[in-house]
Nanobody
């Protein structure tokens, strides 16, 4: 499975942005997906995860209520809708996929290349 993230950019604090991750292959619907982020000088951190059929989602406390993870298996795509963005949300956002739904766990088998989200104050 190859993953390609896109949709990052510059947004003002309080604004919204949606990043996407498209996967290659025909088995996307069998993979749980996650979003992680890494800010400059910091470790990569878990943001959100979604089960293979989209029935279960998990969020980091720092984004709960502001971010929404979703997926469209017909389009092989997972999304992260980010609202009420804060400067501390600035990071490179990575999508990841695995057969197992992993929460706050880096052990995903497949990773995208990342897309930069910058939130200005």
């Amino acid at each position: 499975v190859q993953l390609q993230a896109s949709g990052g950019g510059l947004v003002q604090a309080g604004g919204s942005l949606r990043v996407s991750c498209i996967a290659s292959g025909r088995t996307f619907s069998t993979y749980a997906m996650g979003w992680f982020r890494q800010a400059p000088g910091k470790e990569r951190e878990f943001v959100a995860a979604i089960s293979s059929l989209g029935r279960t989602t998990y969020y980091a406390d720092s984004v709960k209520g502001r971010f929404t993870i979703s997926r469209d298996n017909a389009k092989n795509t997972v999304y992260l809708q980010m609202n009420s963005l804060k400067p501390e949300d600035t990071a490179v956002y990575y999508c990841a996929g695995d057969r197992i739904l992993r929460v706050n766990n880096y052990a995903y088998d497949y990773w995208g290349q990342g897309t930069l989200v910058t939130v200005s104050s």
